[in-house]
Each structure stands twice: as C-alpha cells, then as structure tokens.
C-alpha cells in the first residue's frame, strides 16, 4: 500500500525583504519536481548539504507549507485537489516530528496536555479515553508517567523528543516525517531514540521519512535514501544501493565524508571525488545540471542540458549524464569535448549498435 506519493511538487518562495543579498523579484526555488513514493512500514532517508530543500520537503509533505506545482496523495488521494476539511482529515495520518523539540512544545503545558492536544483538537474520545491514551502513549515512547504534569523546560533532551514523538503518533498515523530528530541529542541518547523510532515501524509499521545530516544514522534505520541537490533528488535508491554503489558524482562526494575504516571494504568501494567549491544558493540555481560547476566530471552539455531521471537498476536512480554509461570502447572520443563524448553522440553510437 502506497502511504505518500508525490509527483513532480515544486515550491518557489517569492522574494521577501528580510532575505538580505537577493535582487527584488528574485524567487527562490526551494524544492524542484520532487517525486517520490513510500510504502506502508517503509523507511526512507532525506539527505543533502545545507539549503538544498529537505526541510522544505518535510513541510510540503505534513502541510505546513502550500505546493507552488505538482500532485501529493496521502493514502491515495490528492491532498492538493480537496477541500480544506477533508484535506485537513486526510492529512491527520502523516505527523511531524521537529529538530528541536523545546521550541515546538508549548513551555506553558504539561506533557499531558502536549499529547493531549491533537486527540482535543479532532474530537476523538472522551475526557477518559483521551487519558487513557495519552498514558498508553507514554508508555510507547518509554517516558514515565510521572513526567505527566511535568512542562517540557524541566526534562532532558531525550525526554522531550520522546513528547514530540507520542504527540505525533496521538492519531495513529500512517507515516512519520522526522526533521533531524536526534540532531540536539547526545550520542547516547540518540541511539534510543532511533531504537524507539524502529519499534514504531515494527510494531506499528509506520513509515518514516527522516531528513538527517548524520549519514551513519541514515545507513543505519533507512531502508532507501533520496539525496537532495538544490532543490531536486538527484539520486535514489536502496540504502546498499547508495552506500555502496553511489553513483551521482554529487552523492559519491558527499558519501565521501564518510570514514570507512575496513581496508576491505575500502578498496571496494568507487573512487570518490572531492567535493569543490560551496553549495550555490538556491535563489540562482546553474542551468543544465545544477550540480555542474562543482562536478569533477562535468561534460559541455552538463551547463545547458538538464539530465533526467534514469533507472540504472531496480529501485536505483539517477539524474545525472553519464549515465547510462558509454562503456563500450568503441565510442569515439568527442572532437571538442576532451574528456568523453556528447549525450547526443553517445544516443546515435548506442543506437547504432
Ligand atoms: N520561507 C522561506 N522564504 C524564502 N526562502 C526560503 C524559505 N524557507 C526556505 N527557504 C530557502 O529554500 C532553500 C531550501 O531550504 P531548506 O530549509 O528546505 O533546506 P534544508 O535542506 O532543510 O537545509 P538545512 O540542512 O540547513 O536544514 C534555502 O535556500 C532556503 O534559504
Ligand atoms: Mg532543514
């Protein structure tokens, strides 16, 4: 069962004052023909250098922020197409779980009344019922219940994303979008919130998409990865798939970051190129492939032509123009481009074969 698709969402953020350094008019592409499917109990992972569109992913998907174009469906509907009241019940099956969960708790409640809140805000149960869940939550998320009357200022970290998370969950949802969850949380107590994070999709098969900067956290709980560049996935695909096989110069830089201490498992992997230069803003997005100015292997049609998407496996993509790749020897050199040949050339020599 597809829990959440979507289909080519975009969102462009109109130039506001306060953004200082962009030209008036200016807009700022934050998120790119997006698509992406999760099924029930599925796991993906969000990632990306900073500025590159994930949180603005995150907030599309739970709607917090409008689409500027595409399709979204939850459950199979599209959310974009309906009335706000059946929007808003439909939307009830995917929650948010934020960065910092001090400053998206109320200080002013107890976590009673924190986890109550939603069951309130939907009319779902009695003044009995909705106490009985909440406790029942508790226990879910593994907080005692005598940190009930207790205001979220007064616990630990760990405690307070444990809130976060027993509010999100309040109206059972389908699937969980999770913003760096364990980004404020000390090493410790991050692996039991992860820990926490698996038994809700084993026990309750709750999908989750979790964007995080922490690519040994990824590799560990998600069961695919899309890689974020600018606005757009320039990647996907299974967790090995990308860990092991990456194949976008972007994410095999990127994965570059990551240690590997096995000599082993070293001299298996590609060989990884260095990352240059900063991560351009998304308000002035490159032409072509928007990765081609940091890209150690950019080609002359890389700055004008934008690659799309393409299968180089089952369940792996990517939009990047060495790919497919011409691994035939016969290719011939291009005259004017030195380091390979054209997509056009490569099409007609493929082709012809
Ligand atoms: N409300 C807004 N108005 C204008 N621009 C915005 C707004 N929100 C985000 N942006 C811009 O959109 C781009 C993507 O931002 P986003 O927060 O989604 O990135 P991110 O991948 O979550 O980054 P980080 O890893 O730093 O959290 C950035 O260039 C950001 O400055
Ligand atoms: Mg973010």
Not at 248 to 277: C, M, N, W
């Amino acid at each position: 069962m597809t829990v959440l698709r979507l289909d080519r969402v975009s969102k462009v953020f109109g130039i506001v004052q306060r953004w200082l350094g962009r030209r008036p008019g200016a807009e700022v592409r934050a998120v790119s023909e997006v698509s992406l499917a999760l099924d029930k109990g599925e796991r993906l992972g969000l990632v990306g250098e900073s500025g590159s569109g994930k949180t603005t992913t995150a907030r599309l998907i739970v709607g917090l922020t409008r689409a500027s174009a595409g399709r979204i469906e939850i459950g199979g509907r599209d959310v974009t197409a309906l009335a706000p009241a059946d929007e808003r019940h439909i939307r009830r099956t995917v929650q948010m779980v934020f960065q910092d969960p001090l400053s998206s708790l109320n200080p002013k409640k107890s976590v009673e009344q924190i986890v109550m809140l939603p069951l309130i805000a939907q009319k779902i149960g009695s003044a009995r019922e909705r106490l009985d869940r909440v406790k029942e939550l508790l226990d879910q998320v593994g907080l005692p219940q005598r940190y009930r009357h207790t205001r979220p200022d007064r616990l630990s970290g760990g405690q307070r994303q444990r809130v976060g998370i027993a509010r999100a969950l309040a109206i059972n949802p389908d699937l969980l979008v999770l913003d760096e969850p364990t980004a404020s949380l000390d090493v410790s107590v991050q692996a039991r919130v992860l820990g926490l994070l698996g038994e809700l999709q084993k026990k309750l098969g709750i999908a989750q998409i979790m964007v995080s900067h922490n690519l040994g956290v990824i590799r560990h709980v998600a069961d695919r990865v899309a890689v974020m560049y600018l606005g757009r996935i320039v990647e996907e695909g299974s967790t090995a798939q990308i860990f092991g096989s990456p194949a976008h110069p972007y994410t095999q830089a990127l994965f570059s970051a990551i240690p590997v201490i096995d000599p082993a498992e070293r001299a298996q992997l590609p060989e990884r190129p260095e990352l240059k230069g900063e991560v351009t803003s998304a308000a002035y997005i490159p032409s072509g492939c928007a990765f081609h100015p940091r890209c150690p292997r950019a080609r002359p049609d890389c700055s004008s032509v934008r690659p799309e998407p393409t299968a180089i496996a089952a369940g792996h993509t990517v939009s990047c123009h060495l790919y497919p790749l011409p691994t035939l020897p016969l290719l011939r050199r291009g005259r004017s481009e030195p380091d390979g040949v054209s997509r056009a050339e490569h099409d007609q020599t493929v082709g012809k074969k």
